[in-house]
Structure formats: C-alpha cells, structure tokens
C-alpha cells in the first residue's frame, strides 16, 4: 500500500480567490491592492469549509496580512476557524521581497481609487524606506525599480536577516499561526558587492539564488520551530525536482541541479521543500522524476499550476488528469506532500474536479488504491454530470470551446500545466482545425456546442444540472467574446 501524502495544501494569493460570488470582481495578479478584501473572510472560510471536507489540510496565502478592511482581524479569525477544522493557515512571508511579513499596512482603502501605501514596522517597504542602504541593486548598481508591493531587500545585510527574524516572531504571536510559507523572492537577485562575493560557485544568470535560500530558510526555521515545534514551514525552491530527459524551452520552472540541491541539505529535518512538477506531467512532459534522484530533505511537496492564472487554460481549468498524475508521481516516488492552486471555488466544475482527483488519488475519498484514473471517472465524477460517460461528454464540450478561445496559446512550445486538449474531447483532430478556423466559423461551431449542452442539462436536475448550466453559460461567454472580436 502506498503511502498517503502527509501534506494535501491548497495554495492561494488573496487578490485572485474568489469562493464568495456575492462580490463582484476578480482581479487577476499576484500583487497589489486588493479591492475584494472585503470578502476575505466569506472566500476563505468556505475554502477552508471545502478543505476540511476533502481532506486538504493546509491553505497557503499570499496576501494574507492586510490592514484595510479590518484585514488583521479578519486573519485573526480565518487562522481560529481553520484550526478548528484540521486546516492550517499558512501565512506566505518573505525576507527581502513580496512585501515581507505584513503585505499592505494601508489602512483606508477606496474603492476604485489610487491610496498612500502606509507603514507598519514589518512592512518591507516602510523598512526599506527608513534604510534604503538595505536595498538590493541590479546588475548596474541602481536599486530596482519596484513598487512597495515587491520592493527588494539585499540578502547578504545581516540587518535584513534580523529585521525578518523580528517580523516573523511578531507574526507567529500576533496571529497564533501554525506555519508559513517563505520565499526568498524570483524576480530579481542582488548584485551588490557583498552579494556578488558570496555567491562565487552560483551563476546570477538566474531569478533567484539557492545560496540566498539556505540561510533565509534556516532563519525561519529556527524563529518557527522556536515559537511552534510542529510547525509547517513550506520553503519555496523555484524549481522542478524532476530530470530532464529531452530538449526543453523556456526558463520558468527548471531543474535544479543536484549541486544546488545539496546546497539546501543544511536545513533542519522539519524543513519541507515546495517543488514545481508541471514540466514532468502529461504528454508534453520534457522531464521525469528518477527514483535514484537526489532529495536533499525528508519533508517535500509537488505541486502544480492547473487552474491558476498561469495554466494554459486559465483559472477553470480542466486539468484533473494532470493533478491525478501528479499525486501518483508523488506517492509512488516517495514524496510526501502535494499542492493545487485552490483560488478558484469548487462551483466551477472543472476545478471541483481537479480538487476530487488531488482527494482520491492520495487515498482520501472513494478507496481507489491501484490508482485506476478510469474508476475515478466513472465512480466519482459520472454520478456528478448524469451517468456513465457523461463527463467525457462535458468535458469535451468544454476543452473544444475552450480551444476556440485560446487559438493563440495553443501554438507556444511550453506554457506551465499544458496538456493535448484535443486527446480529451471526442475528436482527436480538433486542435489541428481550430488553429485555421476564421471566427465565422468558431461562432457556429459555438452554436452547436451551446445547443447540445442545453439539451443534455435540460433533462437532468439539481447539481447536475447547474454543472450543464454552468457549461452553457461559459460556451455563450466564448461565443460573445469571438463574435465581438474587435
């Protein structure tokens, strides 16, 4: 029997979740202000309501200490109603970018319009302001250009270091946390001289520095274990633990070279390693992981892309066979956790999928221990769409529209969670026409595919008929968005 992934984490930024429909607007990004914080609490508590029921154990948030809003009281509250529910709250904090420990200390915020950025002792950019020496610079020597929200800190300042041991002891006692995750930032790397020096072995070619990771992390380690023994402290590596066995492009997400990853062996034991698999799933797969590979900690955890901003198909995206790929790859090459990007609710189908698979395929849910993807669709997911084969049907339905709609993206050689749409819908050929198909004639495929959801949801009812509805409603989005083509 294999064993099940100790760690099951759903990984968020606060700006782009969104499980409270009541509030209009879902921006997209990474960083910046947050004009829905005020659904905090209604998005994440019904996230963390979802996580409980299918065995997910962990939130990651990005963004997650605000002061507008009542932002602070409101995470006060999220961190007690996980805990509650077997869910850790998991700050994400940085040392020298992402805004540190406390994101956005701005206290008014006005709906629609620009705001002063405020202080707070922990906020990066209010500790920046007061010691710009501190600051990282670029190759050029001029401190880079970066708005409050991603300024950065130079790593080799030992006051830097000591200001995050500071701001992360402040954290762990003001908001009684049960872990973190930290990052050390990979959008930049410092080349001050201090810097440039100490990383002598390690090319500064890359967006971020291993040699800069080791210590950050020992650092957090040490401040976490220090107020919470049991602590969770998931340590980001940029990186795909898997080997590449065929030619490869593009720079996002790579291999780590085993020289690097020995780099990360001096961390303690309870350390766990985040690491990026998307490069190693599906048929466009262009690495692999070995079972004689080098893991420089016991504690890791594989995650993956799909439905996210940085998918190929966007937020909703059906990616359920990438995510069972995953977690096999996970359990069957001894890695003990996994992640999913957990911003889009369980209403939109296709992610209400995804997080199903992540649940059975890590030996939660329905009993499926020979890992059968087969069984999952006809036992877990038929029922959800009307009966057997069903959700070959919708899905189908679905990927073609959505291929309508991304012709573009379809021809990149490499986008994070890709995957050969046209092999999951009922003609294999599709993505061959869609690529030559004027919009006239996308508009009247649309047409035909809007009829035949219809027609299916029509004679079913409750649930499964909303999964229908929901399909049609998003085949007649597509179609808008063609037929108005400016």
């Not at 999220?78 to 869910?87: A, N, S, T």
């Not at 709906?111 to 710009?132: C, I, N, Q, V």
Request: glycine share 6%.
């Amino acid at each position: 029997m294999l064993p099940k992934p100790k760690y099951r984490i759903l990984w968020t930024w606060d700006m782009p979740s969104n499980w409270d429909s009541s509030v209009n607007g879902k921006p997209l990004g990474c960083s910046g202000k947050n004009f829905r914080r005020a659904a905090f609490l209604g998005d994440y508590k019904r996230m963390v309501d979802y996580a409980s029921a299918h065995h997910f154990n962990g939130i990651v948030i990005w963004g997650a200490v605000r002061a507008h809003n009542d932002g602070v009281a409101q995470l006060k509250e999220l961190v007690k109603y996980g805990r509650e529910r077997g869910v850790r709250i998991l700050p994400g904090v940085s040392a020298f970018s992402y805004g540190g420990v406390f994101y956005d200390p701005t206290t008014v915020c006005s709906m629609g319009h620009d705001r002063a950025f405020g202080e707070h002792p922990y906020s990066l950019h209010t500790w920046l302001t007061k010691h710009p020496e501190y600051a990282a610079v670029d190759p050029d020597g001029k401190p880079y250009p970066f708005g409050p929200l991603n300024i950065l800190a130079c790593p080799s300042r030992r006051e830097n270091i000591q200001w995050f041991r500071e701001a992360l002891a402040w954290l762990y006692d003001e908001f009684d946390i049960d872990g973190i995750q930290v990052e050390v930032g990979d959008y930049s790397v410092c080349h001050c001289d201090l810097c440039r020096a100490r990383r002598k072995a390690e090319s500064t070619d890359k967006a971020y520095s291993v040699d800069d990771m080791a210590e950050t992390y020992n650092a957090a380690m040490e401040v976490s274990l220090a107020k919470k023994p049991d602590a969770w402290v998931l340590c980001e590596t940029y990186s795909c633990l898997s080997y590449p066995f065929r030619e490869e492009s593009g720079r996002i997400w790579p291999h780590m070279p085993d020289e690097d990853r020995r780099q990360l062996a001096v961390l303690p034991p309870q350390a766990i390693l985040q690491w990026s698999n998307d490069r190693a799933l599906g048929e466009y797969a262009t690495q692999r992981i070995r079972p004689d590979g080098y893991l420089p900690l016991p504690n890791n955890i594989l995650r993956i892309h799909s439905g996210s901003q940085w998918s190929q198909n966007g937020p909703a995206d059906w990616a359920a066979n990438l995510v069972w790929d995953l977690v096999r790859q996970a359990r069957t090459n001894g890695i003990n956790g996994v992640s999913l990007f957990g911003e889009e609710s369980f209403f939109a189908p296709p992610n209400e999928a995804n997080y199903l698979a992540l649940e059975e395929a890590s030996g939660f849910g329905a009993p499926n221990e020979a890992l059968d993807e087969q069984l999952f669709y006809s036992r877990t997911l038929d029922p959800l769409y009307g009966g057997s084969g069903m959700t070959a049907r919708w899905r189908s339905l679905y990927l073609k529209g959505r291929m309508l709609l991304i012709r573009d993206r379809l021809q990149k050689p490499f986008v994070l969670s890709a995957q050969p749409y046209e092999k999951l819908t009922d003609d294999p050929d599709f993505r061959r026409k869609a690529l030559t198909f004027t919009d006239a004639e996308c508009v009247q495929a649309l047409d035909r595919f809007c009829d035949e959801a219809h027609a299916l949801g029509a004679t079913l009812s409750g649930e499964t008929c909303r999964r229908w509805a929901w399909l049609e409603n998003q085949l007649w989005q597509i179609r808008y968005n063609i037929a108005t083509r400016p």
